[in-house]
């Protein structure tokens, strides 16, 4: 069965420190697709990135940047020098089969929260 | 990007009154459209897979004679909430599948529902 498991409930950091969100998942599927979300206070989703299981190459846009790792069966994402802009809640999420656009699974997420 | 509205973005109701949640897609197709739920201060969870002329499929433990959804056209599915308790309170999220080849998934921004 799919399941998200993002362990970092809450997270406090000052601003312009570096935060990693950890998210580790499990799929008996090849082919899938991870993705991660952040949420703010208003609910609406922000998509921020989306990985498929072929492509383990680590991504980097601006201050985000995401770890793919398949051995280890991880999707991380850090935050580099951190705003308070960033306070929000962050969701890992999977897709199953071969296009992504299957239903998401969505981890618990990590309400980061930056301290200026 | 793709945009996908939902109306209305917030709604109080009296319990026992039923409360419909309309999602668009604006500038795309969609024959398959997913409605999520998320309790304050928790994950997302699917609650049904809408097609466009079809019944939804229904995820385990949701009612579908309480939740009803209709997928008439390939722009609009409708999720009605009938005789609404107070436990239904909750954050009401749909997406859209486009029809392109890869079959992205974009979000609606939500709405909130307080039944009292």
């Known amino acids: 069965a799919q399941k998200v498991t993002q362990a970092q409930t809450e997270i406090s950091v000052v601003e312009k420190e570096d935060v990693t969100l950890d998210c580790v998942y499990e799929?008996?599927?090849?082919?899938?697709?991870l993705f991660w979300y952040k949420q703010p206070p208003s609910g609406e989703l922000v998509f921020l990135i989306r990985?498929?299981?072929?492509?383990?190459q680590n991504e980097i846009s601006g201050r985000y940047s995401w770890n793919f790792q398949k051995s280890t069966s991880s999707f991380n994402f850090t935050i580099t020098a951190s705003q308070v802009v960033d306070s929000a809640v962050y969701f890992c999420?999977?897709?199953?089969?071969?296009?992504?656009?299957?239903?998401?699974?969505f981890g618990t997420g990590t309400r980061l929260t930056v301290i200026p | 990007g793709a945009v996908v509205s939902q109306h209305p973005s917030r709604v109080i109701c009296k319990s026992g009154t039923s409360v419909k949640i309309e999602c668009r897609s604006l500038d795309f197709q969609a024959t398959t459209m997913f409605w999520y739920r998320q309790f304050p201060k928790q994950s997302l969870m699917l609650m049904a897979t809408s097609n466009e002329g079809s019944k939804a499929t229904y995820e385990q433990g949701v009612e579908k004679d309480k939740f009803l959804i209709n997928h008439a056209s390939l722009t609009l599915s409708t999720l009605t909430v009938t005789s609404a308790h107070p436990e239904d309170s909750s954050f009401y999220i749909c997406s859209a599948r486009d029809l392109g080849p890869v079959g992205e998934q974009f979000f609606g921004p939500g709405t909130r529902l307080t039944v009292l």
């Open positions: 799929t008996r599927d090849t082919t899938y697709y």
């Open positions: 990985r498929n299981s072929f492509d383990e």
């Open positions: 999420a999977l897709s199953e089969g071969r296009t992504g656009a299957n239903n998401l699974f």
